[in-house]
């Protein structure tokens, strides 16, 4: 099993800036992709950014340019690094890790783990 766990939401104001982590603990040999989507009341899931184990990096259109997404392969965990945060940026932010799984004979799936969330709030 995985588990993920975030840190660094909470309350800002328009123009501020913070910055989620992710680590990631459990059975893990590797991860593939780890990323980050939120959800906003009403609203549905949505992809932030996410960043393969080579640091290729895709971010949402709304949000690149302000947010910038890195990794530390050896801690196992991402990082998500907000500025220029907008009241519409408000949701709760999950971070999730594809983790390869082994099936035999060659072949090799990838499990997607989700966090809980992590709340960020921005106030106009």
């Known amino acids: 099993q995985v588990q993920l766990v975030e840190s660094g939401g909470g309350l800002v104001q328009t123009g501020g800036s913070l910055r989620l982590s992710c680590a990631a603990s459990?059975?893990?040999?590797?991860?593939?992709?780890m990323g980050w989507y939120r959800q906003a009341p009403g609203k549905q899931r949505e992809l932030v950014a996410r960043?393969?184990?080579?640091?290729?990096?895709n971010y949402a259109e709304s949000v690149e340019g302000r947010f910038t997404i890195s990794r530390d392969n050896a801690a196992n965990t991402v990082y998500l690094q907000m500025n220029s945060l907008k009241p519409e940026d408000t949701s709760v932010y999950y971070c999730?890790?594809?983790?390869?799984?082994?099936?035999?004979?060659?072949?090799?799936?990838?499990?997607?783990?989700w966090g809980k969330g992590t709340l960020v709030t921005v106030s106009s």
């Open positions: 960043i393969t184990s080579g640091g290729t990096t």
């Open positions: 459990g059975s893990i040999f590797s991860i593939n992709v």
């Open positions: 999730i890790a594809d983790v390869p799984r082994d099936l035999g004979v060659g072949l090799q799936v990838s499990d997607r783990y």
